[in-house]
């Protein structure tokens, strides 16, 4: 899916400018393994953010997804395949933050 952007914020509203990019995202880091996220996007001050969606009371990370996204956010990873490249994700990040909602 292509990117969309969100506009600025009111007056009197939580300052919000974000770029969401929307998909199965692959994710590499160097844990032998991938996993898949549910989004990326680009918080307020401009850097990459990662999303995972969980729903329910036992909805929780899987282990090789607590491996890969613990490894992204101590050491970076790359992005890699189609839904990243049309996203216009960098191939190689940085330590990224993981959030799961």
Same mark, same amino acid.
């Given at each position: 899916?292509?990117?969309?952007? @969100? ?6 509203? &939580? ?33 990459? &953010? &990662? ?16 491996? +890969? ?10 992005? +890699? ?7 216009? @994700?960098?191939?190689? &990040? ?5 959030? +799961?909602?």
């Amino acid at each position: 899916m292509p990117a969309q952007g @969100l506009p600025d914020h009111e007056p009197g509203q &939580v300052p919000c400018r974000v770029r969401l990019f929307c998909g199965s995202l692959i994710i590499s880091t160097s844990f032998p393994g991938r996993a898949r996220a549910d989004f990326v996007y680009r918080d307020a001050d401009g850097s990459l &953010v &990662v999303g995972e969606a969980k729903n329910g009371s036992t909805a929780a990370l899987n282990p090789n997804q607590k491996s +890969v996204y613990g490894e992204l956010q101590k050491g970076g990873g790359q992005f +890699v395949g189609g839904n990243a490249r049309e996203a216009g @994700l960098p191939q190689s &990040v940085g330590p990224t933050q993981v959030r +799961v909602f």
